[in-house]
Nanobody, 118 residues
Framework: QVQLVESGGGLVQAGGSLRLSCAAS????????MAWFRQAPGKEREFVADVMWSARITHYADSVKGRFTISRDTAKNAVYLQMNSVKPEDTAVYYC???????????WGQGTQVTVSS
C-alpha cells in the first residue's frame, strides 16, 4: 500500500492562490494514477483532477479547468495541486488519492482543509 500525506491547506482570499502537496511513501508512483478529490460539508466527495504518472496525461473537472493545475515530481515522489483564482465554492477538504489503472481501488490521504473567504 501507498501512504499519502497532504499539506498546504489553509485560509485564502477569493481570487488568491494556494498550492497543495501530497507526499507518498511505501511505493513508487511510476505505475499509478494520482488524483485530487474534494468534499464540502454535506456533499459527496467529488473529482478535481488527476494525472497518469508515466504518461503525464491530466484531466480536470469542469469546475476547476483553467484555474487548477495538477503536477508531479518523480524525485520527491509527490503530487501537487496549484490552485489559482480560487472561489468560495472551492472550500472543501481536499484529498490526495492513488490507484493502479485501469480500475484499482483508490488509496486515500487524510485530507487537508481549504477555506476560501469572500
Amino acid at each position: 500500500q501507498v501512504q499519502l500525506v497532504e499539506s498546504g491547506g489553509g485560509l485564502v482570499q477569493a481570487g488568491g492562490s494556494l498550492r497543495l502537496s501530497c507526499a507518498a511513501s511505501g511505493r513508487t508512483l511510476m505505475r499509478y494514477t494520482m488524483a485530487w478529490f474534494r468534499q464540502a460539508p454535506g456533499k459527496e466527495r467529488e473529482f478535481v483532477a488527476d494525472v497518469m504518472w508515466s504518461a503525464r496525461i491530466t484531466h480536470y473537472a469542469d469546475s476547476v479547468k483553467g484555474r487548477f493545475t495538477i503536477s508531479r515530481d518523480t524525485a520527491k515522489n509527490a503530487v501537487y495541486l496549484q490552485m489559482n483564482s480560487v472561489k468560495p465554492e472551492d472550500t472543501a477538504v481536499y484529498y490526495c488519492a492513488a490507484r493502479l489503472p485501469p480500475e484499482g481501488d483508490w488509496e486515500w490521504g487524510q485530507g487537508t482543509q481549504v477555506t476560501v473567504s469572500s
